[in-house]
């Protein structure tokens, strides 16, 4: 993926077993959903992961997110356009968005929305408005098979790539938009 990070949804079960450590720190985003709640075990697990290097994204974080908790933990919150007001946004950029933590907006669908969250304070930016995503043929990895990772034996078989979004920075660029790259999710079968 020549530098660029993949966006990878994280259920519950994929977080305390640590199933995402099967995919490479330096090139994996792991996104805690909206629907984990962060309880002690799902905190330990992402500690965890920044531990061993794993960038955590909180995915359609909103005010008031039963999330908050997890703030410290996290690289990147992405924070839904869709599901915000604008008040909203701006105030979680400016209490979230610090020198640690990247605002993503996602959900964004319009110029003009790409206008308002760039104005909120946002550097990174998902949604149609920069690419439809590719629908594209995916299998899961058997589990199985999933062990012959974890203990790094060798087998044969093809390579899946799953593409959602994938955020991009427009910093310097004023108001013109960047398309968004694909997001990938890289598996065995």
């Avoid at 490479?24 to 992402?46: R, Y």
């Avoid at 909180?58 to 992405?78: C, F």
């Avoid at 550097?123 to 012959?148: C, D, H, L, S, W």
Wanted: positive net charge; glycine residues 6%.
């Amino acid at each position: 993926m020549h530098g660029q990070r993949a966006f990878n949804n994280c259920t519950r079960d994929l977080l305390l077993k640590d199933g995402i450590t099967l995919l490479p720190s330096s090139q994996t985003v792991v996104e805690v959903l909206e629907s984990i709640e962060p309880d002690d075990l799902v905190i330990a697990a992402c500690e965890r992961l920044n531990i061993a290097g794993y960038s955590i994204a909180l995915d359609d974080y909103v005010a008031s997110d039963s999330r908050e908790s997890m703030v410290p933990l996290a690289d990147i919150i992405k924070v839904d356009f869709e599901r915000t007001t604008p008040k909203e946004r701006t105030q979680l950029v400016k209490k979230q968005g610090g020198l640690r933590c990247r605002m993503l907006a996602e959900k964004v669908e319009m110029l003009e929305q790409f206008q308002a969250v760039q104005h909120a304070g946002f550097v990174y930016f998902q949604g149609y408005f920069f690419r439809r995503p590719e629908v594209m043929k995916t299998r899961e990895i058997p589990a199985n098979r999933v062990n012959y990772l974890r203990t790094g034996t060798r087998f044969r078989g093809r390579i899946w790539i799953s593409t959602r979004w994938r955020a991009r920075s427009t910093r310097g660029v004023g108001a013109v938009p960047v398309p968004a790259l694909p997001e990938l999710a890289v598996g065995c079968v």
